[in-house]
């Protein structure tokens, strides 16, 4: 019987490398905020795909993620590619970083906020975050937004609702099995900015992403009799304030 709240449903780590989910692409805005200085943290990094993007940019990042396999293979990629100077990768949690306060100039969140469904550790990663930033750090999320305007994905929420007991919360399946692997949550832009003001960060950047996609959970839009295939995902850039 499926419980929701099992430990070994909700265990990132049991995927194997080839079959971490990965969707989201690295935006020009970060470059604005990162100087070649800079020390960087991609939490839930995966195989380290956006943080070998950067190191290979010259910068130098710490990826940490709870998956081993993915955490190998980033570093077997390192190594390969030469960027073991500029990226380093260990498993770790991201309730629990294993990193002094105020250590990173930018921590890097791609899609991570997404497979986390409990309220209390979306807490705790936020407050890590928060704590492993120097006071004028930055913290860059990139997640998906609720998309009640798409006839898949408002089915979805609703179908599984019962079960995730949360609006935008769905389950996803395993393609060839056909058994549930996780929830995925897509944020309401309420849910992320109180989620993040709550937890000591301001807001310095938002904007509403809109990219042509293939996905099966696109928005279609007819346009000059054009339809265009959009996938709509939040994107925020927040800046560290120290509490008072």
Same mark, same amino acid.
Not at 217 to 236: A, G, H
């Given at each position: 019987?499926?419980?929701?709240?099992?430990?070994?449903?909700?265990?990132?780590?049991?995927? %194997?490398?080839?079959?971490? +989910?990965?969707?989201?692409?690295?935006? +020009?805005?970060?470059?604005?905020?990162?100087?070649?200085?800079?020390? %960087?943290?991609? $939490?839930?990094?995966?195989?380290?795909?956006?943080?070998?993007?950067?190191?290979?940019?010259?910068?130098?990042?710490?990826?940490?993620?709870?998956?081993?396999?993915? $955490?190998?293979?980033?570093?077997?990629?390192?190594?390969?590619?030469?960027?073991?100077?500029?990226? =380093?990768?260990?498993?770790?949690?991201?309730?629990?970083?294993?990193?002094?306060?105020?250590?990173?100039?930018?921590? %890097?969140? =791609?899609?991570?906020?997404?497979? $986390?469904?409990?309220?209390?550790?979306?807490?705790?990663?936020?407050?890590?975050?928060? /704590?492993?930033?120097? +006071?004028?750090?930055?913290?860059?999320?990139?997640?998906?937004?609720? *998309?009640?305007?798409?006839? $898949?994905?408002?089915?979805?929420?609703?179908?599984?609702?019962?079960? *995730?007991?949360?609006?935008?919360?769905?389950?996803?399946?395993?393609?060839?099995?056909?058994?549930?692997?996780?929830?995925?949550?897509?944020?309401?832009?309420?849910?992320? %900015?109180?989620?993040?003001?709550?937890?000591?960060?301001?807001?310095?950047?938002? /904007?509403?992403?809109?990219?042509?996609?293939?996905?099966?959970?696109?928005?279609?839009?007819?346009?000059?009799?054009?339809?265009?295939?959009?996938?709509?995902?939040?994107?925020?850039?927040?800046?560290?304030?120290?509490?008072?």
């Amino acid at each position: 019987m499926f419980c929701l709240m099992s430990k070994e449903y909700l265990s990132w780590d049991k995927f %194997i490398v080839t079959k971490i +989910p990965s969707s989201v692409k690295l935006d +020009p805005i970060i470059y604005e905020y990162i100087k070649k200085d800079h020390l %960087i943290l991609d $939490i839930g990094c995966g195989v380290g795909k956006v943080s070998l993007q950067l190191a290979f940019q010259g910068f130098y990042v710490e990826g940490i993620d709870i998956n081993e396999t993915g $955490i190998l293979a980033a570093q077997d990629s390192a190594r390969k590619l030469n960027l073991a100077d500029k990226a =380093h990768f260990r498993v770790g949690d991201a309730k629990d970083l294993p990193y002094m306060d105020d250590k990173f100039d930018i921590v %890097i969140m =791609h899609g991570l906020l997404t497979i $986390i469904v409990d309220n209390s550790d979306r807490n705790k990663i936020i407050q890590e975050a928060y /704590r492993v930033l120097n +006071p004028e750090g930055h913290l860059y999320i990139v997640d998906f937004g609720q *998309t009640w305007h798409s006839d $898949i994905y408002r089915e979805r929420y609703l179908k599984d609702f019962p079960i *995730t007991k949360e609006e935008g919360s769905f389950l996803v399946y395993n393609k060839d099995t056909g058994e549930i692997e996780f929830i995925s949550h897509h944020y309401t832009e309420k849910e992320l %900015i109180f989620l993040l003001v709550n937890n000591g960060f301001k807001i310095d950047y938002f /904007r509403d992403f809109l990219l042509f996609s293939g996905f099966s959970f696109s928005l279609y839009i007819v346009q000059n009799n054009k339809i265009l295939i959009i996938l709509i995902y939040f994107f925020y850039l927040w800046e560290k304030e120290t509490l008072q």
